[in-house]
């Protein structure tokens, strides 16, 4: 069986990576996300399980000795982590994970998993990014300025990913994540085997 994409999505903090995500998921229903554990406290409208697994710095760490992650990373002052072994199940059933994880952490599955797709989410302007983050609510002030400026720090990076994904419209940008992830799909690279079995076919013998 042929095994699942794995789509890396980061971008800034308010940049629109969890609309973009739940949309997409909405329209790819074989797809699934991999649900993060973190040690941040849950916000109020937050479910164990379902937004993030939450955990205490101690049970994180032990984690971290298990071998239990794909990667992890701190993010300001709190670690998050991909759990492994869900990942790894649901790409060998041949469903595509979508990670949506800080760059750190995409870095980090770079190494590893070259083959993944890697997304970066930005604002359509540095002003509309903090815009957003002070309309979310969810932070107080500091946290805002503090992942704001990060923001500046994190587009660096961004000649690491394949793909950067304009959030002006959430609409369009899922349409171009969808473009991205078909067209992935088409790659020679990714179709190996397939090209094996028609070559196997003999009808110019
Ligand atoms: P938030 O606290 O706003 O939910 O997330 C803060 C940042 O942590 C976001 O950039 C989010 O993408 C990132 N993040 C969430 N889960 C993970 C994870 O499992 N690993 C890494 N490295 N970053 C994550």
Request: hydrophobic share 35%; net charge neutral.
């Amino acid at each position: 069986m042929r095994s699942g994409l794995l789509i890396v999505i980061s971008g800034p903090s308010g940049a629109g990576k969890g609309t973009i995500c739940k949309g997409w998921l909405e329209k790819n229903s074989d797809a699934v996300l991999s649900v993060s554990v973190t040690t941040r406290p849950p916000r109020p409208n937050e479910q164990d399980g379902k937004n993030y697994f939450f955990k205490t710095r101690e049970e994180f760490e032990a984690m971290i000795k298990d071998n239990d992650f794909l990667e992890y990373a701190e993010v300001y002052g709190n670690y998050y982590g991909t759990p492994r072994k869900y990942v790894q199940q649901q790409l060998s059933k041949g469903r595509d994970v979508v990670l949506e994880i800080d760059i750190q952490g995409a870095l980090q599955i770079k190494e590893r998993f070259d083959e993944g797709v890697f997304i970066f989410i930005v604002p359509p302007t540095m002003e509309e990014l903090r815009r957003r983050n002070v309309n979310r609510g969810t932070e107080d002030p500091d946290a805002v300025l503090k992942r704001f400026k990060c923001a500046f720090k994190e587009i660096n990076f961004i000649r690491r990913y394949n793909y950067v994904v304009v959030n002006d419209s959430v609409n369009d940008a899922i349409e171009n994540i969808d473009a991205i992830v078909k067209a992935e799909k088409c790659r020679v690279d990714r179709n190996l085997n397939l090209i094996a079995q028609l070559q196997g076919g003999g009808i110019c013998e």
